[in-house]
């Protein structure tokens, strides 16, 4: 086994204790690790701790206590100016909104994203058109975000990710802001990026559908890792069932603990 990311016996403590302080405990003796090439999700209720745990692997937050190691380096030492470099050689990210500069085109959203990262100005034209082509957008390349579909604006989202080719690709909620013919079409492009290139995914989601692409799915609840599910050599209609009657089980109430406003009850009958 390669692991990739290895996140070591993670505590991460918000508030100020003392005598009239307060503390939540965020995360709770958190240990897993994702081994190159994986897909894993990371589901619970909301205030389980998924977004904090995406935070301090991302370095976007820090841990009180446990270890982060990334390809065997120790993220959750890094100091301070050591950070946004860690993070332009070594993640990528997917988020719900897809963060395109409205200004530029979607090309030139992609190429930004590797001129900060550092590549040569001769190599960035062709890297831009092979991230694209590889995520079915090298036709609207030259449109702006304004231009083109919500399902378009997402994929240029995950070229601009994996242009870099960056070690591990962390997705929050991607899907969030999608159709569900869009959201569907998304999560195709993911797994046929982890399966081809191949990815390392760790994603986020509250969506039983979009998880069951995934090949692995950690459960938290109250800030502690409360199962996992493997997917193995399931076809995609049984693990979501599986996902459901986890999702039941852990939320206590069904599905709908795990979602966030506006979303849709996951249901059995939404896979062909």
């Known amino acids: 086994m390669n692991a990739q990311l290895r996140v070591e016996h993670v505590e991460k403590y918000y508030g100020a204790g003392g005598l009239f302080g307060s503390v939540t405990k965020a995360l709770d003796d958190v240990s897993f690790s994702v081994e190159r090439g994986e897909f894993v ?19 976007l937050d820090t841990v009180s206590a446990g270890r982060i190691w990334l390809d065997g380096r120790d993220a959750s030492r890094l100091k301070e100016r050591e950070i946004a470099r860690f993070r332009r050689e070594n993640l990528g990210f997917i988020f719900q909104e897809y963060n395109l500069l409205e200004s530029l085109t979607l090309r030139e959203n ?14 960035i034209p062709a890297q831009v058109e092979r991230s694209a082509c590889q995520l079915g957008i090298g036709e609207v390349l030259d449109r702006f975000p304004w231009e083109v579909s919500g399902g378009q604006r997402q994929r240029c989202a995950c070229a601009r ?10 997705a929050d909620e991607p899907t969030g802001a999608l159709d569900s013919q ?14 081809r290139l191949p990815a390392t995914i760790l994603m986020v989601t509250h969506d039983a559908f979009s998880a069951s692409y995934c090949r ?11 199962s996992e599910l493997l ?8 693990f979501f069932g599986e996902i459901l ?26 896979l062909p």
């Open 41 to 59: 999700g990371v589901m619970g209720p909301s205030g389980s701790g998924k977004t904090t745990l995406l935070n301090v692997i991302s370095t």
């Open 216 to 226: 692995r799915i950690l459960f938290l609840k109250d800030g502690r890792i409360f």
């Open 182 to 195: 869009a959201a569907q079409m998304l999560m195709e492009t993911l797994s046929d990026m982890n399966a």
């Open 161 to 170: 990710a994996i242009a870099s080719r960056p070690g591990l690709i962390l």
């Open 245 to 270: 009657d986890v999702m039941a089980l852990l939320g206590g109430s069904g599905p709908q603990a795990f979602l966030s406003p506006g979303s849709a009850p996951a249901k059995r009958e939404a």
């Open 110 to 123: 992609i190429a930004l994203a590797l001129s900060i990262c550092g590549r040569a100005a001769g190599e």
């Open 231 to 238: 997917r193995g050599d399931k076809d995609r209609r049984t």
